[in-house]
Each structure stands twice: as C-alpha cells, then as structure tokens.
C-alpha cells in the first residue's frame, strides 16, 4: 500500500536505505534494512520487498509502518493523553520537568527527553512530539509511576484506557 506524502514534507532516500523525511514539525532520520526497495513516485511512497519469505514480509510491512509514522510525525505530529484520577494527586510542569504528587512521602519528578514535551491542563496531561515510539515510551513511563488500581480507579491511566474494576471485599 503507497504511502502518501502530504505537503511540505519531502523525503530523502541514501545510501544503505538511509531515509531522511522533513517537514513543518521537524526531521526524523531511520534506516531501513537493506532487502526493501524504497521508491518516490509522484507523491507517494512504495515500498518492495524481493521474494515472500517469511521474514522479508515481515520486514515489509514493519517498514512501511515506521515510515508512514515518520511521515505522519513531521506533517501532524503524535500525543497521547493522560489521566490522574485519586484524592490528592496532582501533576506540575516546571520547565522541561513534571512533577507528580502521587501519595508517595514524596514527589516524582519525570524529565522531558529530547524531542518530547508535556503539558498539563487540570488533572489531564499530554505527551506530545513527532517521533511516536518516543511519545509512547515516555507516556508508559509517566504511567508507570502509578498505575491506575482496579478497586477505586486512582492512578494515572490512559485517557481512552477503561479500567476493569473489582467489587470490595463484601461484608456480612
């Protein structure tokens, strides 16, 4: 399936399967494993693999996932959003540093990598960047400080995630 590629952004294919895409956001760089052939033709992308072997099919369509994503990255961007649910948990941002207070004796401090930055409005906060495997891994992180419990739902969770809950312990 042809890759699209919107406005702005262009894309340089190197030695080694090298691939440099730029775009109003940014430039992400990858490269590709050397069995796919990566082809421009007016304004989409085409990716080809030599034989149906098991593994270059896979590599296929790996690749031309992660470079859809790169071409998505630098045109739109990607963000994900979280949630801090419970009595008395809160999330700052102080420059490049969120602060979370989550019922620890203490607060936790998460830094911003390169290329990924937070937001906090109210109790959601959103992870944002160009590069998608950066903003998911940071926003696991995040989430990890506090995993949302099944009996009360407190914690820090996905804004799309539902969390199965449980029944208390019953009384007599």
């Known amino acids: 399936m042809p890759i699209a590629i919107p406005d702005g952004v262009s894309i340089q294919v190197a030695e080694n399967n090298h691939v440099t895409v730029k775009g109003p956001k940014g ?31 896979a590599l296929h369509g790996l690749s031309r996932s992660l470079l859809n994503n790169m071409v998505t990255g630098v045109h739109a961007g990607f963000e994900k959003k979280l949630e801090v649910n419970g009595v008395g948990y809160r999330a700052a941002k102080q420059g490049k540093v969120l602060t979370l207070t989550l019922g620890y004796s203490h607060p936790v401090e998460v830094e911003d990598p390169e290329g990924v930055t937070t937001a906090v409005e109210g109790s959601v ?6 590069d998608k495997e950066k903003v998911g891994q ?15 739902g407190k914690g820090i969770k996905y804004a799309d995630e539902t969390i199965r809950r449980k029944v208390g312990k019953a009384g007599k």
């Open 125 to 130: 906060i959103t992870v944002s960047g160009i």
């Open 27 to 57: 430039t992400l760089e990858r490269t590709f494993p050397h069995e796919i052939q990566i082809t421009e033709e007016n304004g989409t992308l085409e990716l080809k693999r030599p034989d149906d072997q098991k593994r270059n099919k």
């Open 138 to 152: 940071h926003a696991a992180i995040i989430r990890e400080k506090r995993p949302p419990e099944p009996y009360k």
